[in-house]
């Protein structure tokens, strides 16, 4: 309780430090919610690029000394801007106290309920968590960065560590101790991601004229459904354990795991970790269940149950906090241009900064925004050229805009210029600000190449994404209807987002075939190449420009929605990444499209949920206000019925994934449940387990003098390198898998190599040899305990008995059966 209390503290420091801020400096003050529900991902980005940068040049110490005076030199900025701006924060605190409490509540909600949940499973030794928590532990260890790679000592980390930095400030900032401190990372993740996600939906909602209350309601609603609800998977399940239906359905739906024949016991799936086959439907099966098509298909809620505290998850909140940026930009009281730098310097900061940070946190989130704040500068410009903007309170007018439509393909090709000029300037100015990163970064990925395997299942699919898809897909529908018929000047509008689709599967098929015609042997052409992208592909990648055509027809009206606007230039980016990960792939070191599907799914999971949630209301709220909807009154009544009868099954039917998964994961369900033994410690299973290793780990991290440590190579996924994962102190080699990923097959002669050494560190008789390797790799810091006597045989401690007796290896610590040496004259080493 100290510890959540202690965390807690510096989380509500961060949201009062970066209100004022919020409100007043970098544009949000034209929100409802004034920027309140990003406050807090606001100031950790802030503190955390001076720290960085601060401890990159060698002027800030990683401390909590350092890091603390940072915020308190941010916060005296905020104190100083609240000051200069109280009579407005103080109208709004008196009026909006509300969107504070509803906010709020929501956080610590989810807080403590993630809490609660990590608290049954808190071990960091499984899937990649020593991964995440040895990428933490070095940058909590790190004097200067960038920090040395835990798992290839001479290294820097070779990953977007951008997360893992900002969980480290935060227990650099509490106190708290690493393990602990990665815990708590994982149950705040959400709980920030589900307040921005709240102050996202209720800041739009507010701009279509919603009421305060309702605008919360539905901001929570979303918030909830977005970070807490599964995908369809779980009713397959459900239907599997419960033994509905025959052989020949399981057989054609084809998800391993789930083969005929069906059934079970309970109303709960069996097998282990059942939960984890529902990120992996989407696959084709060969002969004997070979996979064909392996993808990899997370949401946020499987990320919460899962734990790791990976790229993808870590860079939530920061997504929300640059769509409340974006949305900032949509509404300002003009269009972004060299003057608007000019005249709101800091609002341009806040923008190339939040887009930076995405990189440095994950890498696949920033060409991806990128395009996003390009689209939203379009839209503005359109609008700004066609009508001075206002707030539509009503839902939008659908008129034409005025003259010609050579004036609105002139009016197109300004604002795409504007656009285009906007996303060159952020792009560049991310990249500088956190140049140090791509100086030491070195990426896998090469290229963009067509698929040619297997199209995706539409039935598949629809397991996966259909909840947010079809809610997205009647939101673009109604704003087709109030966009109206591409005549007359919207024809160019029409022709330009017709392109899009139609240009990127050309493009797709020209490179399928330029690849064959270079390289046919090592292409493997899928059967029924073209025709499964046409079932699946081209209707996706359609809705895209139809949401896209319609954003740009109804900012370009007399009276411009921007909230319409907003919302449909997210499900139009949505669409596309789902579109496009079916013809395109990065070229990485998998060699598919696994990784693909993974982050663009992941991806637009957020900003269809979003989309999807505004137009609920836009499709129940607001009315249509066509000539001809008196006519077809009663049609349109019963597809509304129809559509939010369906939107609440796929709803009802999401849920059942994680509430299933989680009674699974915490074996609420078994009975004998004690919640004293409840714990958030990561490390408490190998104090359990191993005593000797989790107190040779506590004594390392806490209280032995600087160095790095030489302990067994193993394999990846397993218990090997976890002393260097636990202590952030680097080690020669670990997971070589992993380093292969992240530097490439050019490392792999360095890998066999640097085994080869350690081997010989351990089982070498020559004193010489053996002191030699460990002075070239500046170790300190040699382990010996149970895995080092698997991997190298029992007779190691005679042999470091030996190297004591002449005086150069001394024991430091021991506990058990695992004894940490001190290697003599390398206290200075590293």
Same mark, same amino acid.
């Given at each position: 309780?100290?510890?959540?209390?202690?965390?807690?503290?510096?989380?509500? *420091?961060?949201?009062?430090?970066?209100?004022?801020?919020?409100?007043?400096?970098?544009?949000?003050?034209?929100?409802?919610?004034?920027?309140?529900?990003?406050?807090?991902?606001?100031?950790?980005?802030?503190?955390?690029?001076?720290?960085?940068?601060?401890?990159?040049?060698?002027?800030?110490?990683?401390?909590?000394?350092?890091?603390?005076?940072?915020?308190?030199?941010?916060?005296?900025?905020?104190?100083?801007?609240?000051?200069?701006?109280?009579?407005?924060?103080?109208?709004?605190?008196?009026?909006?106290?509300?969107?504070?409490?509803?906010?709020?509540?929501?956080?610590?909600?989810?807080?403590?309920?993630?809490?609660?949940?990590?608290?049954?499973?808190?071990?960091?030794?499984?899937?990649?968590?020593?991964?995440?928590?040895?990428?933490?532990? !070095?940058?909590?260890?790190?004097?200067?960065?960038?920090?040395?790679?835990?798992?290839?000592?001479?290294?820097?980390?070779?990953?977007?560590?951008?997360?893992?930095?900002?969980?480290?400030?935060?227990?650099?900032?509490?106190?708290?101790?690493?393990?602990?401190?990665?815990?708590?990372?994982?149950?705040?993740?959400?709980?920030?991601?589900?307040?921005?996600?709240?102050?996202?939906?209720?800041?739009?909602?507010?701009?279509?004229?919603?009421?305060?209350?309702?605008?919360?309601?539905?901001?929570?609603?979303?918030?909830?459904?977005?970070?807490?609800?599964?995908?369809?998977?779980?009713?397959?399940?459900?239907?599997?354990?419960?033994?509905?239906?025959?052989?020949?359905?399981?057989?054609?739906?084809?998800?391993?795991?789930?083969?005929?024949?069906?059934?079970?016991?309970?109303?709960?799936?069996?097998?282990?970790?059942?939960?984890?086959?529902?990120?992996?439907?989407?696959?084709?099966?060969?002969?004997?269940?070979?996979?064909?098509?392996?993808?990899?298909?997370?949401?946020?809620?499987?990320?919460? &149950?899962?734990?790791?505290?990976?790229?993808?998850?870590? !860079?939530?909140?920061?997504?929300?906090?640059?769509?409340?940026?974006?949305?900032? %930009?949509?509404?300002?009281?003009?269009?972004?241009?060299?003057?608007?730098?000019? @005249?709101?310097?800091?609002?341009?900061?806040? %923008?190339?900064?939040?887009?930076? !940070?995405?990189?440095?946190?994950?890498?696949?989130?920033?060409?991806?925004?990128?395009?996003?704040?390009?689209?939203?500068?379009?839209?503005?410009?359109?609008?700004?050229?066609?009508?001075?903007?206002?707030?539509?309170?009503?839902?939008?007018?659908?008129?034409?805009?005025?003259?010609?439509?050579?004036?609105?393909?002139?009016?197109?090709?300004?604002?795409? /210029?504007?656009?285009?000029?906007?996303?060159?300037?952020?792009?560049?100015?991310?990249?500088?600000?956190?140049?140090?990163?791509?100086?030491?970064?070195? @990426?896998?990925? #090469?290229?963009?190449?067509?698929?040619?395997?297997?199209? @995706?299942?539409?039935?598949?699919?629809?397991?996966?994404?259909?909840?947010?898809?079809?809610?997205?897909?009647?939101?673009?529908?109604?704003?087709?209807?109030?966009?109206?018929?591409?005549?007359?000047?919207?024809?160019?509008?029409?022709?330009?987002?017709? #392109?899009? @689709?139609?240009?990127?599967? *050309?493009?797709?098929?020209?490179?399928?075939?330029?690849?064959?015609?270079?390289?046919?042997?090592?292409?493997?052409?899928?059967?029924?190449?073209?025709?499964?992208?046409?079932?699946?592909?081209?209707?996706?990648?359609?809705?895209?420009?139809?949401?896209?055509?319609?954003?740009?027809?109804?900012?370009?009206?007399?009276?411009?929605?921007?909230?319409?606007?907003?919302?449909? *230039?997210?499900?139009?980016?949505?669409?596309?990444?789902?579109?496009?990960?079916?013809?395109?792939?990065?070229?990485?070191?998998?060699? $598919?499209?696994?990784?693909?599907?993974?982050?663009?799914?992941?991806?637009?999971?957020?900003?269809?949920?979003?989309?999807?949630?505004?137009?609920?209301?836009?499709?129940?709220?607001?009315? &249509?206000?066509?000539?001809?909807?008196?006519?077809?009154?009663?049609?349109?009544?019963? %597809?509304?019925?129809?559509?939010?009868?369906?939107?609440?099954?796929?709803?009802?039917?999401?849920?059942?994934?994680?509430?299933? !998964?989680?009674?699974?994961?915490?074996?609420?369900? #078994?009975?004998?449940?004690?919640?004293?033994?409840?714990?958030?410690?990561?490390?408490?299973?190998?104090?359990?387990?191993?005593?000797?290793?989790?107190? *040779?780990?506590?004594?390392?991290?806490?209280?032995?003098?600087?160095?790095?440590?030489?302990?067994?190579?193993?394999?990846?996924?397993?218990?090997?390198?976890?002393?260097?994962?636990?202590?952030?102190?680097?080690?020669?080699?670990?997971?070589?898998?992993?380093?292969?990923?992240?530097?490439?097959?050019?490392?792999?002669?360095?890998?066999?190599?640097?085994?080869?050494?350690?081997?010989?560190?351990?089982?070498?008789?020559?004193?010489?040899?053996?002191? /030699?390797?460990?002075?070239?790799?500046?170790?300190?810091?040699?382990?010996?305990?149970?895995?080092?006597?698997? #991997?190298?045989?029992?007779?190691?401690?005679?042999?470091?008995?030996?190297?004591?007796?002449?005086?150069?290896?001394?024991?430091?610590?021991?506990? $058990? $059966?695992?004894?940490?040496?001190?290697?003599?004259?390398?206290?200075?080493?590293?």
């Amino acid at each position: 309780m100290p510890d959540i209390l202690a965390w807690l503290i510096v989380l509500w *420091a961060l949201s009062l430090i970066g209100f004022p801020i919020a409100a007043t400096a970098v544009g949000l003050g034209r929100l409802g919610d004034r920027g309140w529900t990003v406050a807090r991902p606001l100031t950790l980005l802030i503190a955390a690029w001076i720290t960085w940068v601060g401890g990159t040049l060698g002027v800030i110490p990683n401390s909590a000394a350092g890091i603390g005076s940072t915020l308190v030199a941010v916060g005296v900025v905020a104190a100083s801007l609240a000051w200069r701006h109280r009579t407005e924060m103080v109208d709004f605190l008196r009026r909006r106290w509300s969107v504070i409490v509803v906010t709020e509540g929501l956080f610590i909600g989810l807080f403590l309920f993630w809490a609660l949940v990590i608290s049954e499973v808190p071990g960091i030794n499984h899937t990649e968590k020593p991964m995440d928590f040895g990428i933490l532990n !070095a940058v909590l260890n790190s004097a200067q960065f960038p920090p040395e790679d835990q798992w290839l000592s001479g290294h820097s980390i070779a990953y977007y560590y951008g997360g893992h930095y900002v969980a480290a400030m935060l227990t650099n900032l509490s106190g708290v101790s690493s393990d602990v401190g990665y815990n708590l990372a994982m149950a705040t993740i959400p709980a920030m991601f589900g307040a921005g996600v709240l102050g996202l939906v209720y800041n739009l909602l507010r701009l279509a004229g919603a009421g305060a209350v309702r605008g919360l309601w539905v901001g929570v609603a979303a918030a909830l459904c977005i970070g807490l609800l599964g995908n369809l998977s779980g009713v397959l399940e459900f239907a599997y354990v419960r033994g509905i239906g025959g052989d020949w359905l399981w057989e054609w739906i084809g998800v391993k795991g789930l083969e005929p024949p069906a059934g079970g016991d309970g109303w709960l799936p069996d097998g282990f970790w059942w939960w984890w086959r529902g990120t992996r439907v989407i696959d084709t099966l060969g002969s004997g269940g070979a996979s064909l098509d392996y993808t990899i298909t997370e949401f946020p809620f499987f990320s919460f &149950l899962l734990g790791d505290l990976h790229a993808h998850v870590s !860079a939530l909140p920061f997504l929300t906090l640059t769509l409340a940026l974006g949305l900032s %930009l949509l509404v300002a009281t003009e269009p972004p241009s060299l003057q608007w730098v000019k @005249t709101r310097p800091w609002e341009v900061g806040a %923008l190339a900064l939040s887009l930076g !940070a995405l990189a440095f946190v994950n890498a696949w989130d920033f060409p991806v925004y990128l395009c996003i704040l390009g689209m939203l500068a379009i839209v503005r410009w359109l609008a700004w050229q066609n009508r001075a903007p206002t707030v539509n309170m009503h839902g939008p007018l659908p008129t034409e805009a005025s003259g010609p439509a050579s004036n609105t393909t002139g009016r197109l090709t300004t604002s795409m /210029g504007h656009g285009a000029l906007l996303t060159v300037s952020l792009a560049a100015a991310g990249i500088i600000l956190f140049l140090p990163f791509y100086l030491s970064f070195d @990426t896998q990925t #090469s290229g963009i190449l067509p698929v040619s395997g297997p199209a @995706t299942r539409p039935v598949l699919f629809m397991l996966v994404m259909g909840a947010p898809a079809i809610l997205s897909g009647g939101f673009v529908a109604r704003a087709a209807l109030d966009a109206g018929w591409p005549t007359g000047n919207r024809r160019p509008i029409a022709l330009l987002a017709g #392109s899009l @689709t139609i240009g990127v599967f *050309a493009l797709w098929l020209i490179a399928v075939a330029v690849r064959v015609s270079i390289s046919p042997d090592d292409v493997d052409l899928a059967d029924n190449l073209v025709i499964g992208r046409l079932m699946l592909a081209l209707p996706i990648l359609s809705m895209g420009s139809v949401a896209t055509y319609c954003a740009l027809v109804l900012a370009s009206g007399r009276r411009p929605a921007h909230w319409i606007v907003f919302a449909l *230039a997210l499900a139009a980016v949505g669409f596309f990444l789902l579109g496009g990960a079916e013809l395109f792939h990065i070229a990485d070191q998998f060699g $598919n499209r696994m990784n693909t599907v993974f982050k663009f799914y992941y991806q637009a999971w957020l900003l269809l949920g979003i989309a999807g949630a505004v137009g609920m209301f836009y499709i129940l709220a607001v009315p &249509l206000r066509n000539a001809w909807v008196d006519e077809l009154a009663l049609l349109l009544d019963g %597809l509304r019925v129809a559509w939010v009868g369906v939107v609440a099954i796929l709803l009802m039917a999401s849920a059942y994934y994680p509430a299933a !998964a989680v009674v699974d994961r915490t074996a609420w369900a #078994s009975g004998g449940e004690n919640r004293a033994d409840n714990t958030l410690s990561g490390l408490e299973h190998l104090r359990q387990t191993s005593q000797g290793e989790y107190e *040779a780990i506590i004594w390392l991290r806490d209280s032995a003098e600087p160095g790095r440590i030489v302990e067994a190579v193993g394999n990846d996924y397993d218990a090997h390198g976890g002393i260097s994962a636990a202590t952030g102190r680097a080690t020669p080699l670990s997971w070589e898998g992993h380093e292969r990923q992240w530097r490439g097959e050019d490392i792999n002669p360095e890998l066999a190599r640097r085994r080869a050494e350690v081997e010989s560190i351990f089982t070498s008789d020559d004193s010489v040899e053996t002191r /030699g390797l460990l002075q070239h790799y500046g170790v300190r810091w040699m382990v010996v305990g149970p895995r080092e006597r698997s #991997s190298y045989g029992n007779d190691i401690d005679e042999r470091m008995v030996k190297w004591a007796d002449e005086g150069w290896l001394e024991p430091a610590f021991e506990s $058990n $059966n695992v004894t940490v040496y001190e290697v003599a004259g390398q206290a200075g080493a590293n």
